[in-house]
């Protein structure tokens, strides 16, 4: 469907400060810690794509795209 990313803005900002690491380079990054660092750094992550995840899908709904 042509158009369709135009219908929604992304509402999580970019930061060009840093890199965008893959899910995967993360999971390794997390690994590389110490083991006592790695459940926190884990919770993080997990508290961080949950939120992403929340911003996006309120953009979705109060755009009500899928209302016909």
Do not use: W
Request: glycine content about 2%; hydrophobic content about 35%; some cysteine.
């Amino acid at each position: 469907m042509s158009g369709t990313y135009d219908v929604v803005q992304n509402p999580i900002p970019r930061n060009n400060f840093f890199t965008s690491p893959s899910l995967g380079e993360i999971q390794a990054l997390i690994d590389s810690l110490p083991r006592s660092q790695r459940a926190n750094a884990h919770l993080i992550m997990t508290y961080t794509l949950n939120a992403c995840y929340q911003l996006v899908e309120d953009k979705i709904l109060s755009k009500e795209i899928f209302c016909s």
